[in-house]
């Protein structure tokens, strides 16, 4: 049988057969070692220490492979969570910047004027990008808000 390649080794019930396995080879070793040297088997053959701390190693590193992994997948979650938050956040913005009344833009300065013209538009802009992050609902929730009256 080759374990190098033995797909079937990631999965937590495969480990546990792979240990099963090992502990029969073991047994079996330590059964039949005169019969296996008698008839030639080289000793350092039906020496399992090595396999045995190699498996040891090989679960070990699977298992740090297994917690890293997990690590990234509520990273990933996490992440996905704040980046959901930041277009609806942005969303509300452009809500907002988009109810203010002309009267209220006429009154603020040239300068203030230019600068919420230009973010407004730039988050107008963005609409469609942000609207693509939302799930379905919310973005359906979102493009009926935003709709020109």
């Known amino acids: 049988m080759n374990w190098d390649n033995d797909e079937e ?12 396995r090992t502990t029969l080879l073991r047994n079996h070793v330590a059964k039949h070692r005169a ?8 000793p350092a053959a039906l020496e ?3 396999m045995e701390q190699s498996l040891s190693e090989f679960l070990e590193s699977e298992a740090a492979v297994a917690a890293a992994e997990e690590v990234m997948l509520q990273a990933a979650a996490q992440k996905a969570e704040s980046d959901l938050a930041l277009a609806v956040s942005q ?13 209220q ?24 990008a942000l609207l ?6 919310l973005r359906r929730e979102w493009e009926e808000r935003l709709r020109p009256e």
Do not use: W, Y
């Not at 080794?9 to 099963?20: G, I, N, Q, S, Y």
């Not at 969303?91 to 009267?103: C, N």
């Not at 693509?132 to 609902?137: F, R, S, V, W, Y």
């Open 9 to 20: 080794l990631l999965d937590c019930e495969k480990r546990e057969a792979l240990v099963r």
């Open 35 to 42: 019969i296996l040297l008698a008839q030639g088997t080289d």
């Open 48 to 50: 399992t220490a090595k």
């Open 91 to 103: 969303l509300v913005l452009l809500e907002k910047m988009e109810s203010i009344p002309q009267e």
């Open 105 to 128: 833009l006429d009154a603020a300065s040239e300068e203030s004027r230019a600068q919420f013209l230009s973010a407004r538009q730039e988050l107008h802009e963005n609409r469609e």
């Open 132 to 137: 693509g992050e939302l799930p379905i609902e």
